[in-house]
């Protein structure tokens, strides 16, 4: 151990005499997490002197970067992310299992090192790990999909999109689609062998792929049932053949349908009323049951009204905010059926939500509300919209439509507390930013 450190002190030492510190702030991190992991395994009590040296090795390092690192404000900017993501990681492993903290530790210094150097740093590998993760998402060329592939080949992760293109778009996935750390499998969740080769090697699983329009699953509930259900049960079948390490499913609101408590809990019993409800809440069922039965790890995210750039204004189904975004700038009405209220979602709450519910520990065999936890009525979102545009367009008013849900809204205190989640971008902010994009 002891001359285990002094080659990282030479390393150290020598990367600062080359000038060359972001190499030594990275050598400098790594031996304050081996410092971490050995503290943890042979001492019990050492957890504060861990939590210390954790603490020192982010500042540390962040003073290098910011007072010497010959490097720009980007990189700096984004290593300081990093390196804070890493110590929030460990911190939160602390009172819980050595194992899993000594793996942590090492698994992100690999994966650090690969992200910035390019190259994998076999040097020192003593524990063997993987050091890059790689995840599937199910659904990635769809709306809600394609933020999400986005942010993980923002951060440097391996991605592999399964989608058919029923309604998922080329262009959603055209600004990234030529990364080397992407890669498309144009297939349909129904089948066993694309799911396979889909599923091949893959750490995580964000299963998205869905037909996701109630309206749809009224006309066709067999297809609905076929794709959301069968397609669900053979992602799951086929992650636990490949011991996957764990799967989330992109589950809905619709399944609390229209009872009339608020906020809408997780505990409340559900009440289904359309086949894409319904099999949005046989999908968690399943998903319960093959962590239960066999202990694949899954998490289900209940999603609220999710809105945000590329949500599709012209397709049939189209949800209400990026409709009357269009309407509004071309001047027309938009029509409101009756005074209902929803829990909308910018996209990026659950791109987060989704990245979170991977690792968080206190989650498994969970069903989580994914919202903003607050209610916006159709005529405010309305009047926002038009103040945002510049116009003063007037919307008709119509009665209420039968069958649809007149209020919503979510507790996301579960998520909160178990997820870490909340929802960083306001309701506000979401729409100046869907308003300000070319929807
Ligand atoms: N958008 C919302 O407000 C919302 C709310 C609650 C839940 N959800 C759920 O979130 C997920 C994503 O929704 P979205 O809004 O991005 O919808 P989307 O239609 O934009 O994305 C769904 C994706 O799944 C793909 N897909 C459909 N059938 C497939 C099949 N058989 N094989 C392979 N790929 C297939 C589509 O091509 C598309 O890319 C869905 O599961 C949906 O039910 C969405």
Redesign the pocket.
Known sequence: MREKFSNHISAIKCFICHHNFHKALHVMHYHFLCLFSYFRCFERRADSFALCFCSMSLSISSGFISRFGKTDSKTANRSMVSLERVNANIIGTIVTDIDYAKHYGYYRYYRYYYHYYGTEDSSDNEQGVTFMARYLV??????????IVEELLERGEDVRI????????RE?ISAFINKSNLELIE?????YH?VQEAVNGVDYIL???????VSQSVENPILIN???IN?TVNILNVALKAEVKRVI??????IYGNEPELPKREDMKPSPESP?AL??YT?ERYCQIFTKLHGLETVC???????GP???PN?Q?S?VIPKFIQMIKEGQRPIIYGEVSRDF?Y?AN?VNANLLACTARDAVGEVFNIACGGSVTINQLVKKITDLCGNNIKPIYKDPRPGDVKNSYASIEKARARLGYSATISFDEGLIRVVGSNL
Not at 187 to 191: A, E, M, P, T
Not at 207 to 213: L, T
């Open positions: 199910t659904g990635g060329s769809g709306f809600i999909g394609s933020h399964l989608d058919n293109f029923s309604t998922g778009r959603n297939g349909d969740l129904r089948s694309i299963h998205q792929g869905a037909i996701s329009s076929d794709i959301n397609g499913f992109a589950s809905s609101a619709s894409y099999s949005k999908g995210l209940r999603y609220f009204n999710v809105f590329r949500q599709d397709s189904y949800a979602t996209v659950v």
